[in-house]
């Protein structure tokens, strides 16, 4: 599975072993960058990431900023985007069993690295359940289409 990233500057060292464990865990990283230590704004990044899994050159996207709220916000301003925030496992289990999201974003400040791989287990290797909750997407996606 081919997962997309994108990261500002609070997590150039730290995604590396992001990328190092996802690497290991045999998906394909895009590493959107920034690879820069250089004070960048978050929209950039998130807007990579979230551009990069609705055209399809990955199947989940990732997205780090310092807290994951900023880089989080900028993913769902495109259409098709769903990104949550994840500090824990059990989040990032149930935005893929109930929410089909399509971007994991966490903080680089706030979630320390061996965290971050518990809930990027649960995040990448959870099916979305349909059903009832199918609606409910369907019905997130809708508000879309009504405010543009
Ligand atoms: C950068 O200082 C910080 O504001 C950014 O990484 C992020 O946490 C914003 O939401």
């Not at 081919?2 to 609070?10: F, M, P, S, V, Y």
């Not at 995040?123 to 909750?133: A, N, Q």
């Amino acid at each position: 599975m081919k997962i997309a990233l994108a990261n500002d500057h609070t997590a150039v060292e730290y995604k590396k072993e992001i990328i190092a464990w996802l690497e290991e865990q045999g998906y394909e990283v895009l590493d959107l960058g920034t690879n820069e230590p250089i004070s960048t704004d978050y929209p950039i990044w998130g807007e990579k990431v979230a551009l990069a899994v609705v055209n399809g050159e990955a199947e989940l996207g990732i997205g780090i900023c310092g807290t994951g709220l900023g880089i989080s916000l900028a993913c769902n301003k495109v259409k098709g985007i769903r990104a949550c925030v994840c500090s824990e496992p059990y989040t990032a289990r149930y935005s893929r069993l109930h929410n089909n999201c399509n971007i994991i974003c966490f903080g680089s400040r706030i979630v320390g690295p061996e965290m971050a791989k518990m809930i990027l287990h649960e995040f990448l290797t959870t099916e979305f359940e349909g059903g009832r909750h199918e609606r409910r997407v369907n019905e997130i996606m809708e508000i879309e289409g009504r405010n543009l």
